[in-house]
C-alpha cells in the first residue's frame, strides 16, 4: 500500500477483482464476457470464498445445501418479515435484515453449531480416524463424543426437530447426494454415526435434522466453520424473498399482527 503523503492515492488490494470504466474483472475473469450465463451461482459463491474453481461434485453438493436450507417454514423468521415489511419505513430492506437476523440467531445457527461441533472432535481425533467403510469405528468415535457432551452438558446440535420427529426428509438426501459425487466426508460420517448411537446415551431417538446434516456436509467441502451460519443466511434469502412476494399478493400481516396484539397479555416488570 502506498502512503498518500507520496503523492499518490492509497491502494488496497483485493484477491477477488477489479472494476474500471470498461470492465469488471472477478476472480480473474471479464465477469460480463466470460462467467455471466456460464457460472451458476452456487459454483460462483464456492469460487469466492476457496479462491479456486469448484469441481462439479462440489458444487452439486453445496447447492443441495442451499435449497435444503432454503426451507423457511412457518417460523418466527417468516412472521418477523412479514411484519417488518408492513412496518418498516424501509421495507423491503428492513424485511430482510429481520428475517435473516431472527433466522440466523436460532434456526440457522444449528448449521454452524453441527459443523463446528463435528470438527472440534474430529480435530482431536487427527491422524487416528476410521476408515471410510469403518462403521463400527465411526460408532465408537461418535459415543464417546456424545458421551463427552453429555457429560459437559452441552447440547449435541443436529439432533431433534419441532416438525419431523421421526426423520427430516433432507438427511437421507444429502447423505446420498454427497456419497455419489464422492463428497461424504468425515464430517458427514461422524454425524451419520451420532445418529446411530446417541439413543444409547440420550435415552431416545432422535432425528438428524437438515440444518445440522447442512453443516456436516458444508464442513466436509472445507468451507470455513466460521462461514456456515453466513451459508445458511444466504440459503435462507430465498425463503425470504417468497414470503415477502407472498405478502404482496396475498397481505396476511396485518392479521398477523392484531392476532398477536389481541391475545398477548401485559404484565408488569419485576419490582414494579
Not at 503523503?5 to 470504466?21: C, E, F, I, K
Request: glycine content about 12%.
Amino acid at each position: 500500500m502506498q502512503h498518500p503523503a507520496n503523492g499518490q492515492s492509497p491502494q488496497y488490494p483485493t484477491s477477488l477483482g477489479t472494476s474500471d470504466a470498461d470492465t469488471i474483472t472477478l476472480l480473474g475473469h471479464d465477469l460480463a464476457g466470460e462467467l455471466m450465463g456460464r457460472v451458476g451461482f452456487g459454483e460462483l459463491a464456492l469460487w469466492l470464498v476457496t479462491q479456486r474453481r469448484p469441481e462439479p461434485g462440489e458444487v452439486r453438493v453445496f447447492e443441495a445445501v442451499l435449497v435444503a436450507l432454503a426451507d423457511h417454514g412457518f417460523t418466527p423468521t417468516a412472521l418477523a418479515t412479514r411484519l417488518t415489511y408492513l412496518s418498516a419505513p424501509d421495507s423491503v430492506q428492513g424485511a430482510l435484515a429481520a428475517g435473516l437476523l431472527g433466522g440466523g440467531s436460532r434456526f440457522l445457527g444449528v448449521t454452524e453449531d453441527c459443523g463446528a461441533f463435528l470438527h472440534e472432535a474430529l480435530t482431536a481425533h487427527e491422524g487416528r480416524l476410521p476408515g471410510d467403510t469403518d462403521d463400527a469405528g465411526w460408532d465408537r468415535l461418535a459415543l464417546e463424543t456424545v458421551r463427552a457432551a453429555r457429560a459437559e452438558r452441552r447440547l449435541v446440535p443436529g439432533l431433534g426437530h419441532p416438525v419431523h420427529r421421526i426423520r427430516d426428509p433432507r438427511t437421507p438426501v444429502l447423505l446420498a447426494i454427497a456419497e455419489e459425487n464422492g463428497h461424504k466426508g468425515p464430517h458427514l460420517r461422524l454425524f451419520e454415526a451420532v445418529g446411530r448411537v446417541h439413543p444409547q446415551v440420550l435415552g431416545r431417538t432422535l432425528p438428524l435434522n437438515g440444518a445440522g446434516v447442512c453443516g456436516a456436509a458444508l464442513a466436509d467441502l472445507g468451507l470455513p466453520i466460521g462461514l456456515l451460519r453466513g451459508f445458511a443466511l444466504l440459503a435462507r434469502t430465498a425463503g425470504l424473498l417468497g414470503h415477502l412476494a407472498e405478502e404482496q399478493r396475498s397481505p396476511l400481516g396485518m392479521d398477523v399482527y392484531l392476532s398477536v396484539d389481541r391475545n398477548a397479555r401485559y404484565v408488569a416488570p419485576p419490582g414494579d
